[in-house]
């Protein structure tokens, strides 16, 4: 395919914009700017998350309901789940997508550099609406994160204005701004790659990216569709999900779970793009099987839009469905299982430089495994139907969310934290911050098998004392957890604000966002270069690229 000329789709334009940190507080349309604006605004609401979840795991240190009143618990549960995904996870891998991809494919921006900027605008105004929804009659959404009808359908105070109104809202706000942030991506890697920059000389994250927003631009209008219908039969009584007015409750659950599964992939390829860029720079050696892994992100995507239904194996489900989407769900691990073959097959016998960015994401990969292994097992009609609706369901789920994708995210920010700011943090505290995470991890989430086999059921603020001894470790751990984010704030403003200088590239690595000074130039690149060598080529001979041309070329 031939790429079009930058100008030919949207000439970046980035007007005069404060200096210095006043930047990040402008309505700046440089994907640079836009994508730290992205990662400092979902990390402050990660740390609400997070805040969220200590209180719910104080409650749950012991087996009375005696630290915080059932109603809140719930809209604190509620809201523990949709702050992390809507709020931390989504906006932070966009953040790193829109600062990296650019850069990556050799472009000087987005395509569509204000929609860009309109995209991430919309982030705080759900963060808004989510947090105001404490503040209205009847508090914020108590029907949790998947809002099942007839739960998120009821109406105890009466007002057209409640905390599941502004949830909805929230939620339809958010799907909007992810669909526009999906036709820009995609948009920007098929259209602005330059010259030479194949498809199979992308970066994998950049494949990774790519993957992801194609199910964003197929998968969630479902979610954003089924969020409006649902505000309708909330406000004005339509009866699309309502029972009492003929509504299906059932379809719901469809149109969230045909989105929200393959949201779970839109959320952990980039991950997984992160831990291809990773493991060969500090393992220095080419990354294994470049093209089979590029072709496995595809092929991830694919297979992501028919697997929903294993959420809904007790849901009246019939039994030939079970079947075939026990399959679909059991093939999903084949392109992931290549993955992880991948990354091993890179470290072993590597070079290894166990700093920060290597170390979270060794450890992410290592939770990765095993939230692997029980996702194989929870696949299975026979032993989802047994732990359904208990803590392993919970345990597994967060580790692939906080043991994966946080722990990859982790990676990614000391990883590019020197080109991002131009300087380098403080590898001791990093260190740290590692232990404290990989730890309290476990901790935390590990007593949630145990718990789901013995039958402990979720969603509940009060339990039989039986279950109360793994409930005290995973509170401990939830505690370990919080404290882990300490060290690492004090290292990235201190480190921001008086670390060493850094480097162009101070980890050796290849790629043509290194190619540039720490921090990038506004537009990136004085001339748009030419790459004519293929990707992860460690130990080879020729260069990453070998000439450039002029913007206007």
């Known amino acids: 395919m031939t790429n079009i000329p930058i100008d030919s789709l949207s000439l970046p334009v980035h007007p005069e914009s404060p200096g210095g940190w006043k930047k990040y507080f402008s309505f700046s349309t440089d994907h640079k700017v836009i994508g730290i604006q992205y990662l400092v605004t979902s990390f402050f609401f990660f740390l609400i998350g997070g805040i969220f979840a200590m209180i719910l795991r104080g409650e749950l240190i012991t087996p009375e309901a005696d630290l915080v009143d059932r109603t809140v618990y719930n809209g604190m549960f509620t809201m523990h789940g949709t702050v992390m995904l809507f709020l931390w996870t989504f906006p932070s891998l966009v953040g790193f997508a829109n600062y990296l991809v650019p850069l990556m494919i050799g472009a000087r921006d987005m395509a569509f550099p204000r929609l860009n900027a309109v995209a991430f605008w919309m982030v705080p105004v759900v963060g808004i609406l989510l947090m105001g929804s404490f503040f209205v009659p009847g508090g914020p959404a ?7 009808p007839p739960v998120s359908l009821q109406n105890p105070t009466g007002n057209l204005i409640n905390g599941q109104v502004l949830w909805l809202l929230a939620v339809a706000i958010s799907g909007v701004s992810s669909i526009m942030g999906g036709v820009n991506f995609v948009t920007t890697i098929v259209k602005m790659r330059a010259p030479g920059m194949g498809f199979f000389r992308m970066p994998l994250f950049v494949w990774a990216v790519f993957s992801a927003q194609i199910i964003q631009l197929f998968g969630l209008p479902a979610l954003t569709a089924g969020a409006v219908m649902l505000l309708l039969d909330l406000t004005v009584g339509t009866g699309f999900f309502n029972p009492s007015n003929g509504g299906n409750p059932v379809m719901f659950q469809h149109y969230f779970w045909f989105y929200s599964h393959p949201a779970v992939y839109v959320i952990i390829l980039p991950v997984f793009g992160i831990f291809s860029e990773i493991f060969p720079v500090y393992s220095r050696k080419p990354l294994f099987g470049y093209k089979v892994v590029a072709i496995s992100s595809m092929l991830i995507a694919v297979v ?15 039994g030939w469905m079970r079947l075939i989407f026990m399959l679909t769900t059991m093939f999903v691990s084949v392109p992931t299982g290549i993955k992880v073959f991948a990354w091993v097959a890179t ?8 700093n920060t960015p290597m170390l979270f994401a060794l450890g992410g990969l290592i939770m990765f495994v095993f939230a692997g292994i029980t996702g194989i097992m929870l696949s299975s009609v026979p032993v989802d139907v047994h732990v359904n609706n208990t803590y392993f369901v919970v345990g597994h789920f967060h580790y692939v969310l906080f043991g994966t994708v946080t722990m990859g995210l982790y990676a990614a920010i000391y990883h590019w934290f020197p080109k991002m700011t131009g ?4 590898e001791g505290w990093g260190k740290l911050h590692f232990w404290l995470s990989f730890i309290g991890t476990n901790l935390n989430f590990l007593p949630m098998h145990p718990l789901g086999l013995q039958g402990m059921l979720r969603r509940v603020s009060s339990y039989a004392p039986e279950y109360e001894f793994w409930n005290v470790i995973a509170s401990l751990g939830a505690f370990l957890l919080g404290m882990s984010t300490l060290p690492f704030i004090f290292n990235m403003v201190i480190s921001w604000m008086q670390g060493e200088k850094a480097p162009d590239n101070p980890w050796r690595a290849i790629g043509l966002e290194w190619l540039v000074s720490s921090p990038p130039p506004v537009e990136n690149f004085e001339e748009i270069p030419t790459v004519i060598s293929e990707p992860y080529g460690y130990g080879k001979s020729e260069p990453l690229v070998a000439e450039t041309h002029s913007q206007h070329q």
């Open 142 to 148: 108590q029907a949790g994160w998947w809002a099942y």
């Open 347 to 354: 470290i072993w016998g590597g070079k290894l430089r166990l």
């Open 423 to 426: 300087r380098m943090y403080y």
């Open 304 to 318: 992501s839009a028919i697997v929903w239904v294993h959420h809904m194996y007790v849901s009246g489900t019939p």
